[in-house]
């Protein structure tokens, strides 16, 4: 299904975060690069993008159809997985025990993974179906300016 264009920065997010998420896995299953440069790589991209993003959907996207009461328990359950992967990432952040680092980064790489699938192809669709139009336009127009003062290179 096509995206609106008004929620491309998102998707064009969950496209670079996806792969992430892919060489995570690969790395732990020492098919590719070594974990080393993936923890690195994830560091970076959580905070350049990844929580950014997070905070974006939550204070632009999610709020409008919160307060028309739409798609309540699809937004509930993206909450919760943002929730866990925030834990997730400062467990990541803070190593540990080999072991216990593996079991993180796969946990922290397959949720990720599934949540990007289900806002893409759940929750996306079915705000863009039960948005008023005038939501759509001003959630669009606030992720626009929202991604210019988060991209990466520029200084919020
Ligand atoms: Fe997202």
């Not at 991209?45 to 699809?74: K, N, S, V």
């Not at 929730?83 to 790489?109: N, P, V």
């Amino acid at each position: 299904m096509k995206r609106d264009p008004r929620l491309n920065p998102l998707s064009w997010q969950h496209q670079r975060t996806l792969a992430l998420a892919h060489r995570t896995v690969a790395a732990l299953d020492k098919v590719s690069v070594p974990l080393e440069t993936v923890t690195v790589d994830i560091d970076m991209l959580w905070r350049q993008e990844i929580e950014p993003h997070f905070h974006a959907e939550e204070t632009i996207l999610f709020p409008p159809a919160q307060r028309l009461g739409l798609c309540q328990d699809a937004i509930e359950q993206v909450l919760r997985e943002h929730q866990r992967l925030h834990e997730l990432f400062r467990l990541i952040e803070h190593g540990g025990a080999l072991t216990d680092l593996h079991c993180h980064l796969r946990e922290f790489a397959e949720l990720l993974i599934q949540h990007i699938r289900f806002e893409e192809r759940t929750v996306f669709p079915a705000l863009e179906k039960v948005l008023p139009e005038e939501q759509l336009e001003a959630i669009g127009r606030d992720l626009s300016a929202f991604h210019e003062q988060t991209r990466p290179g520029t200084i919020p």
